[in-house]
């Protein structure tokens, strides 16, 4: 079982709507959580961070972590052809190394 | 603030050969991860320094080695080449006691 897993996707949305990304993680004691946007060619650019459970908003981006299902996810509202990209779950244990999802390709559909 | 700076952004080299990547953190942070990245196998963790102190290692082979220097910045080198090592390197650098990372521009390493 991969540590950090996530649908490679192409997850495709017509634009406006909600995009929807999925991550879950193996280890019961993962405390912070990271959502990655990384463009074609570009390095990866952090979007989201989330370290307790319940849902974090910024802007059109929401954020969802559930520890007990050990499953974090992120909400795109009103998705944008500029959204998108690959996005890319990381999961973290204090100061530890950071486990990196193979990331979720998302294309916008104008 | 400037950001994380990597060079050289490009490289080509043939098999056997070995590489030297650098890295410069931004200001303040003294710590500093590599990162592999490749279609297959997404973004793998190489190693992480720490006031020039290896902290963490992922698991690639002892040809993949790193230092750091006082001020902070960073090298990597891979030897004896192969062709699987053909990737993006990213290194990331973070502020003491938090988890959250930022990445340079990565360099892109061709193996003939």
């Known amino acids: 079982q991969k540590e950090v897993e996530q649908n490679s996707g192409p997850l495709s949305v017509p634009e406006g709507a909600i995009a929807s990304l999925n991550c879950t993680y193996s280890d019961r004691v993962s405390q912070s959580f990271f959502w990655y946007r990384q463009y074609s060619g570009k390095s990866p650019e952090l979007i989201m961070s989330?370290?307790?459970?319940g849902d974090k908003e910024d802007g059109r981006f929401t954020a969802q972590l559930n520890k007990a299902s050990q499953y974090v996810s992120l909400l795109i509202r009103d998705s944008q052809p500029s959204d998108s990209a690959t996005y890319l779950c990381a999961v973290t244990r204090g100061y530890q190394k950071v486990t990196f999802g193979t990331g979720t390709k998302l294309q916008v559909i104008p | 603030k400037a950001g994380v700076t990597q060079t050289p952004r490009y490289l080509i080299k043939t098999r056997g050969q070995q590489v030297t990547l650098s890295c410069s953190p931004i200001?303040?942070?003294?710590?500093v991860s590599w990162y592999q990245q490749t279609p297959g196998q997404g973004l793998q963790f190489l190693f992480e320094?720490?006031?020039?102190?290896?902290?963490n290692k992922g698991n690639f082979p002892g040809r993949f080695s790193g230092r750091q220097f006082s001020n902070s910045r960073s090298e990597m080198n891979v030897s004896t080449l192969e062709l699987g090592d053909s990737a993006l390197y990213l290194c990331?650098?973070?502020?003491?006691?938090?988890?959250?990372?930022?990445f340079g521009p990565g360099t892109r390493l061709t193996v003939l």
């Open positions: 989330i370290y307790s459970n």
């Open positions: 990331a650098s973070r502020q003491d006691y938090t988890d959250t990372q930022y």
């Open positions: 200001s303040g942070h003294r710590s």
């Open positions: 320094y720490f006031s020039e102190t290896q902290r």
